[in-house]
């Protein structure tokens, strides 16, 4: 799966900024459907980054991030050319990795 | 031992891998739980001192609690994680963001906030824990 997430990583000064928007419900499992029945909790729990394999990130959620997480980190030494890699897991197993190449912002 | 059954074997053994090394990890009482002091209890936060040091962008007013945009910086030396709270939410836990290898402690991330309430910081630096809060008034429930 190539679209359940965007990413941008650029070199802004001395740091490299990394937007990353993932495409999830992140559903709580409070939520009724039209039919009042629960929809079951469906969310992100964990989020890693890697700068070059090296881990830089690790991100642990609860499913108070909204629908569609959205996420910005800084690296500093990083630098053009620079591997960034960013991946999700959700309580249901589903995991989805992307990776994107630092450029001049 | 039956092919069938061992390949059903193997196959459960892919899928339930990735959810096991997650269980190891993850927070689960800590992410679960519905009272504030419980969770940061379960991520051993103790004894935190208000800190202006921790800067936490976020609107004084959200029309949609679904999307609250939250930036947070620690000025903090020796800044290893910042976790995010809000006091009001169901479970109030949001957040646990650890930072290595020259990751900068700042992140940018959007939230749900059910209700108006304050948004809750903690950052630890080595063993001592520091905290700031920034009160959001919430106009619509974005928990649903």
């Known amino acids: ?105 | 031992m039956q092919r069938r059954s061992f390949l059903f074997g193997l196959f459960s053994l892919i899928i339930l891998m990735p959810i096991n090394a997650l269980a190891a990890i993850w927070n689960k009482t800590a992410f679960e739980t519905n009272k504030l002091n419980e969770a940061t209890k379960n991520l051993d936060i103790h004894d935190e001192i208000i800190s202006p040091d921790i800067q936490i962008t976020a609107p004084d007013r959200a029309e949609n609690g679904a999307i609250v945009q939250v930036e947070i910086k620690s000025n903090i030396a020796d800044t290893e994680s910042i976790v995010i709270l809000v006091e009001k939410n169901p479970t109030p836990l949001i957040a646990h963001f650890k930072f290595s290898n020259g990751a900068e402690p700042f992140v940018i991330t959007r939230i749900k906030m059910a209700e108006t309430s304050d948004i809750k910081v903690v950052v630890k630096s080595g063993n001592q824990y520091f905290t700031n809060s920034k009160n959001v008034v919430v106009l619509e429930n974005g928990c649903g």
């Open chain 1, 1 to 105: 799966m190539t679209d359940n997430m965007k990413m941008r990583a650029q070199l802004k000064g001395d740091f490299v900024e990394v937007k990353v928007l993932m495409s999830h419900p992140m559903e709580t499992g409070r939520k009724k459907d039209d039919f009042g029945q629960l929809i079951p909790a469906h969310f992100v729990q964990l989020v890693t980054a890697t700068l070059n394999g090296k881990p830089v990130l690790e991100a642990q959620w609860g499913t108070g991030i909204s629908k569609n997480p959205y996420l910005t980190f800084r690296l500093k030494g990083a630098k053009i050319g620079d591997m960034v890699a960013v991946t999700w897991q959700d309580n249901v197993g589903a995991i989805a990795t992307q990776d994107i190449v630092v450029t001049q912002a």
